[in-house]
């Protein structure tokens, strides 16, 4: 998840992709071995990142 693999996922969960369909695309095993790993690495969780984070796009939502 370190890198570009870690803004994919992010991606991904900010346009709606289910977390099942995100972790086969990033060559997870399940969803669950994604979101283990996602957790230890950022302290959230996949919806916490989901609502949490603006996307790119959204640069009125974005620190001036």
Known sequence: LVGDGG???????????QPSDVAAMAGYSDQ???SREWKSMTGWTLRQSKDDFPLLQDTDMLPA
Do not use: F, M, N, S
């Open 7 to 17: 803004e994919q996922v992010i991606d991904l969960v900010q346009r709606g992709a």
């Open 32 to 34: 669950p071995h994604l």
